[in-house]
Nanobody, 126 residues
Framework: QVRLVESGGGSVQTGGSLRLSCWAS??????????MAWFRQAPGKERELTAG????????YYLDAVKGRFTISRDNAKNTVYLQMNDLNPEDTAVYYC?????????????????WGRGTQVTVSS
């Protein structure tokens, strides 16, 4: 079982930046088999896939609303995935969750994410 621990949330003003980190427990060869993702859930809304990255890092996915502003990356040597968030706006306010899934192929699953972190709050004020 993979344990995920997020960090880096906080409060910023519109136009600000934050970088979220998600560390995964376990040996390096385990992490390098994991597709990773960031989901977010705003108050009263459903959780949505915000960004995803395949186990090699060669494939990425972004929600249309964050394209050009958010960048997902991973460091397999550190068992860590990052979400760099720039030009934040109040609509980005949400709890951000890290998720992971073992994959046999270097793709990003659309569902079936089996490991989840506890989430980190991001608040953007106008």
């Amino acid at each position: 079982q993979v344990r995920l621990v997020e960090s880096g949330g906080g409060s910023v003003q519109t136009g600000g930046s934050l970088r979220l980190s998600c560390w995964a427990s376990g040996p390096g060869h385990v992490f390098s088999s994991l597709a990773m993702a960031w989901f977010r859930q705003a108050p009263g809304k459903e959780r949505e896939l915000t960004a995803g990255i395949s186990y090699s890092g060669g494939k990425t996915y972004y929600l249309d609303a964050v394209k050009g502003r958010f960048t997902i990356s991973r460091d397999n040597a550190k068992n860590t995935v990052y979400l760099q968030m720039n030009d934040l706006n109040p609509e980005d306010t949400a709890v951000y969750y890290c998720a992971a899934e073992f994959m046999d192929y270097d793709v990003i699953p659309s569902n079936m994410w089996s490991a989840w972190g506890r989430g980190t709050q991001v608040t953007v004020s106008s």
